[in-house]
């Protein structure tokens, strides 16, 4: 490091990586140590943007990273790459691995690659408390001797070992465990080793990545190699998979493999079945194809109760009703009469489309109950393990549309946040899926402010209201899968979805995680209310607001059959869609709606555009022309779709 010597400046401090298997403990461990918290889920792929803070060891400051899972550090998809390129590009001076002690073989994998990188490192064997439920023991001190490095056995949550870990990572080491590799593939790997740039990882390592076909290699060569080299490289590597007569990438696995088996054997006792576990018994059960199903409705209608029935209903009454309208509202009006000389700044605050009157009113009394209800909901799903399960269990309707059961997750996650979720189908393997399930995320997938403030509406209507609205969204989802994935072309992957052990939700995660979205919340969604608002009022000022609903009157009135009121919450839909849905709420608890009208209108703005921080995440993640793209096309369907909708209810004459 001598030769990097500027004080003072982040970027001189030497970087430790935190890195492992997907939903090991990375983040509870990097909130210990570092005591700055990032989202930490029961399922895989929690992470997938890298944090960063400072820790101090022994009097010396290091930064801390936090990485996404990888099940290999030949990646497979984005997020796994992100996790490679931070070995390759940031050169960490050592390496924190997280592993699962009940699945020490997966753990070793990890850490024979990173001693081939030639990356000095500790190991953390966590959920010990996990494995020695399943009757596992691992012999921490032989382990150690074979591996060459520092091992220490913890309990995240219950913050055991962490202190034995820090001292650990005083002392990183480099192991010498080396799988034995096929001749042909040794001889090439030392070949293409000859070709290769002198870097912060070794030559081997690489070289075997790019035998192990890793395509996300091929920039790197392109910055750092001269075109021949970069040909006779492929031309080694293509000789190397000639002479194998199979897959090299199987051979190098497999090679690595059976090392991780022979320590892993080694160092195990199985001390035979443990107790009857009531909580594994229903982790099953909530996957079994026949009694999965009752489960899940049982979930959903949990759901439905708490935040539909309580936060929707008995909390926004509470809020809408008596603090906002028998306390807030009007002492602000009053106070606004008294105070403000103009009327236009009267009815800018507390007006028909006043910041109080609406915008606050809208964010703090029906939208945040909701929410908060909501986000405790998702989290207790979250940490419970459920949401994997449910990917499994729909892995078959998905199927029938053409896509990876893995795409289920970022969708669930969509019903939290579309944002997020849209960053999370890094987690797939294809571009091809990730293009669709984003379009299905921007399309069919209503976020929690949204989804809280339909369940109000509808469970205000009555339960068939809630059923055939969530019917028309299935099958708009899976009409729309379906043709998606028929002519977005690109091959299929395969399933592939470790499934974490049911646990029992801690609280404080949950309350910390609930505080974290719900400031996140208020701060993204009440200033683009209050904008929403704004415009809102300029176009009322300006006597627009009847021109505009009049030119879409031929949608919103003759196709969809809605009342032409309704024109400005779907405006309002465009910045925000839970704010085109509470304006529809309050049309409907107005009884300016009737039931068929306000399934239809529901249904309309939940396909309608995705919200503006959804559209912006769009556009980093796939840039501006596909997102505009997805964009018509969703816009298109929503109205199309709802007026569709709108024709069947009609005809069905349907009772509700
Ligand atoms: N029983 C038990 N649970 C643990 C332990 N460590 C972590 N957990 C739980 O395991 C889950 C995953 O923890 P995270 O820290 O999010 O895992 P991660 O490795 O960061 O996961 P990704 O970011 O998805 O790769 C959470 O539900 C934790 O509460 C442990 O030692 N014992
Ligand atoms: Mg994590």
Redesign the pocket.
């Known amino acids: 490091m001598q030769h990097r010597h500027r004080h003072g400046h982040e970027k001189d401090i030497e970087k430790i990586a935190l890195l492992?298997n997907?939903?090991?403990?990375?983040?509870?461990i990097f909130g210990l140590l570092t005591g700055k918290y990032v989202t930490?889920?029961?399922?895989?792929?929690?992470?997938v943007e890298i944090t960063r803070s400072s820790i101090n060891l022994n009097k010396s400051r290091y930064l801390l990273i936090d990485t996404?899972?990888v099940n290999s550090l030949v990646p497979m998809s984005e997020d796994e790459k992100v996790t490679r390129d931070i070995l390759l590009n940031e050169e960490p001076s050592n390496v924190v691995q997280?592993g699962d002690a009940k699945n020490l073989k997966r753990t070793l994998l990890i850490t024979i690659q990173l001693a081939e990188m030639g990356m000095p490192s500790v190991l953390a064997l966590?959920?010990?408390?996990?494995a020695t439920e399943k009757g596992i023991s691992i012999d921490i001190g032989k382990l150690k001797e074979f591996l060459g490095i520092e091992v220490v056995s913890?309990?995240?949550?219950q913050r055991k070992g962490i202190r034995e870990l820090k001292e650990a990572m005083l002392k990183p080491n480099l192991s010498a465990i080396r799988p034995k590799y096929h001749p042909s593939i040794e001889y090439a790997a030392a070949d293409i080793a000859d070709l290769l740039p002198h870097g912060h990882i070794s030559k081997k390592s690489l070289a075997l990545m790019i035998l192990s076909g890793d395509c996300s290699l091929m920039d790197w060569m392109k910055d750092n190699l001269a075109e021949p080299s970069i040909g006779h490289i492929l031309s080694i590597k293509d000789n190397c998979e000639a002479q194998l007569k199979g897959s090299t990438a199987l051979h190098i696995n497999k090679a690595r493999l059976q090392l991780a088996e022979k320590i892993a054997d080694s160092v195990t006792t199985k001390t035979g079945i443990t107790s009857w576990k009531p909580l594994a018994v229903a982790g099953n059960l909530s996957m079994h194809q026949v009694y999965g199903i009752p489960i899940l409705l049982a979930v959903l209608y949990a759901v439905y109760l708490f935040v539909g029935v309580f936060g929707a209903g008995t909390l926004v009454d509470f809020f809408e009703e008596t603090i906002f309208g028998q306390y807030i509202n009007p002492s602000v009006t009053k106070l606004a009469q008294t105070f403000v000389p103009w009327q236009l700044l009267q009815d800018l605050l507390v007006g028909q489309y006043g910041i109080v009157t609406v915008a606050l009113t809208y964010a703090l009394a029906i939208i945040l109950p909701i929410t908060i209800t909501f986000f405790i909901a998702f989290g207790l799903l979250e940490?419970s393990g459920y949401l994997p399960r449910l990917a499994i269990m729909s892995n078959r309707f998905f199927n029938l549309m053409g896509l990876n059961g893995k795409a289920v997750l970022p969708m669930v996650l969509g019903l939290g946040c579309g944002t997020m979720a849209i960053m999370t189908t890094r987690i797939l393997e294809t571009k091809r899926d990730r293009i669709i399930t984003t379009f299905l995320l921007a399309l069919a997938i209503p976020c929690s402010a949204q989804l809280g403030v339909i369940l109000g509406m509808l469970g205000a209507l009555s339960i068939k209201a809630a059923i055939i609205w969530t019917s028309c969204i299935i099958i708009v989802l899976f009409i729309s899968g379906f043709l998606a994935s028929k002519i977005v072309i690109g091959g299929k992957t395969n399933f592939f979805l470790e499934i974490?052990p049911i646990?029992i939700p801690?609280i404080m995660?949950i309350i910390i995680k609930t505080i974290g979205r719900v400031e996140w919340y208020l701060k993204e969604a009440v200033p683009l209310f209050i904008l929403g608002t704004l415009i809102l009022f300029t176009l009322n000022e300006l006597d627009l607001i009847k021109r505009i609903e009049a030119a879409a009157s031929p949608i919103v009135v003759n196709l969809l059959s809605l009342p032409q009121e309704t024109t400005s919450s779907f405006i309002m839909g465009f910045l925000r869609r839970d704010y085109g849905a509470a304006g529809l709420f309050d049309l409907s608890q107005k009884g300016l709606l009737t039931p068929v009208q306000s399934i239809v209108s529901l249904v309309t703005i939940t396909l309608f555009v995705p919200c503006l921080a959804s559209f912006f995440m769009i556009i980093k993640e796939m840039g501006i022309k596909t997102a505009l793209v997805i964009i018509t096309i969703v816009f298109t369907l929503a109205i199309i779709y709802g007026s569709t909708i709108n024709l069947i209810l009609n005809s069905i004459n349907i009772n509700l």
């Open positions: 492992g997907p939903n090991v403990g990375k983040s509870v930490v889920s029961n399922y895989p792929g929690t992470t996404p899972g997280v966590n959920m010990a408390d996990e913890t309990i995240a949550p940490d974490p646990r801690n995660n």
